[in-house]
């Protein structure tokens, strides 16, 4: 069965470091998102992407976060100076439109 | 906004018991509703989904049916068990949007005793 991949499992980067969450999404679906969990907290949506470029953006994705589909098969996520709250697990998901599927999530850890 | 809201948690049965986990919405449009669940240390699943009134979503033995008169999807097993501790989030996403963007409630967690 299809499914999305997400690499790494669990991340621990230092606060101001650079880190890239990446995503492969099922191979013929359209639309792309990132979601971020902070522990024990609800699951907040980031952004969307369709056609190469981000449809909607939360007030959470900011100046610091970027996202790309570099090779038409790799979603990242990049957030470009971490803070200590960013630590959360992050989720990408993918869609065709219609039923969204996540991958197993990235744990960031910002120490 | 366009927002849910389901239980507090943490919800403790023992096994066998009936469950009901409530869930109501705020939207501005004609959502469709879902309930995913997250096992430990696992992603989230799509457990069960309905996309318009009167509906009723069932997976595994859990069920919800999309109320419009209450905005109400509550999710409901007869008979749960230890397999089904995991935390449940209810969840809309509105289809006139540019994409399919999904709107989580907290969470709520299950833990089924033995």
């Known amino acids: 069965e299809p499914e999305v991949t997400q690499t790494p499992s669990h991340q621990v980067t230092q606060m101001g470091q650079e880190v890239i969450l990446r995503c492969v999404p099922i191979?013929?679906?359209?639309?792309f998102y990132w979601y971020r969990q902070i522990l024990g907290q609800k699951v907040e949506f980031l952004v969307s992407f369709y056609n190469n470029e981000i449809s909607e953006k939360s007030e959470i994705f900011d100046d610091q976060f970027s996202v790309e589909r570099p090779d038409g098969s790799n979603f990242t996520l990049k957030i470009r100076s971490t803070k200590l709250e960013d630590s959360a697990m992050y989720f990408c998901?993918?869609?065709?439109?219609?039923?969204?599927?996540f991958g197993q999530g990235t744990r960031l850890t910002v120490v | 906004g366009d927002s849910v809201t389901q239980m507090e948690g943490p919800v403790t049965l023992s096994e066998e018991a009936f469950l009901t986990i409530n869930c109501t919405y705020t939207a501005t449009g004609y959502p469709s509703l879902f309930w995913y669940v997250q096992y430990p240390g696992e992603g989230l699943q799509l457990l069960l989904k309905?996309?318009?009134?009167?509906d009723k979503g069932s997976n595994k033995g859990f069920e919800a049916t999309y109320r419009k008169e209450t905005t109400s999807f509550h999710l409901e097993k007869g008979s749960v068990q230890v397999s089904d501790s995991a935390v449940y989030f209810c969840?809309?996403?509105?289809?006139?949007?540019?994409?399919?963007?999904?709107?989580f409630g907290k969470g709520t967690r299950l833990h089924i005793l033995p």
């Open positions: 998901a993918s869609s065709h439109p219609g039923e969204a599927f």
């Open positions: 191979s013929n679906h359209l639309y």
């Open positions: 309905a996309t318009k009134a009167d």
């Open positions: 969840a809309l996403s509105l289809p006139l949007n540019r994409d399919d963007k999904i709107i």
